[in-house]
């Protein structure tokens, strides 16, 4: 049985440099509140608000290191209560995507696109895919065992040396199921 550990992803936002220091300060460091699942990968003691045409979440959570580029990931039920309409997206894949406000104790910035509704997905290290014969952008079928259990499909794979196994979903799809972060799905392909 091929069984992965979920990890239910609330909203949260990916700073670049660039955003951290107008948002924080010249030469600003963030903080690390706590690993994530992710090798390196870490949730930042900092925060910011995030403003939409009709609405605002006034404590996002970074998650840093920082990026290339600034991103946005929200719930598609997030999304309604701000105003905006990203798409579904793998991370990273910010080109025709909504803009949003960033407000931080330095200072505010707009950014023009970064804001998706993160694409649930699987991380497996290569070892793990090897052994489950899985390829890296592959589209999965996988089984949520919650109290009101459901089937996802296109769960994508995706594959590195520097990825842990975890099954990521936004925080609508865990309440859809009654999913919990540590509890195991089960890919049915």
Do not use: C
């Amino acid at each position: 049985m091929k069984q992965v550990p979920v990890g239910v992803s609330a909203r949260h936002i990916h700073l670049s440099p660039e955003h951290i220091a107008i948002l924080f300060g010249e030469g600003y460091e963030l903080t690390e509140l706590k690993p994530l699942s992710q090798p390196g990968q870490y949730a930042a003691n900092e925060t910011v608000a995030v403003i939409g045409p009709k609405g605002e979440f006034g404590k996002v959570r970074i998650l840093g290191p920082a990026r290339k580029q600034t991103q946005l990931e929200i719930s598609r039920t997030d999304a309604f209560a701000i105003g905006v309409n990203p798409p579904v997206r793998e991370s990273g894949h910010i080109e025709d995507t909504p803009g949003i406000q960033l407000r931080g104790p330095a200072g505010e910035v707009a950014i023009d696109n970064g804001v998706i509704v993160a694409a649930r997905h699987i991380h497996f290290h290569t070892s793990d895919a090897e052994r489950w014969g899985i390829r890296d952008k592959q589209e999965l079928r996988v089984k949520l065992e919650g109290e009101r259990g459901l089937v996802l499909d296109h769960v994508i794979a995706r594959v590195s040396e520097d990825f842990a196994l975890d099954m990521h979903i936004d925080t609508d799809e865990a309440n859809a199921a009654g999913a919990r972060n540590g509890d195991t799905a089960t890919i049915i392909d």
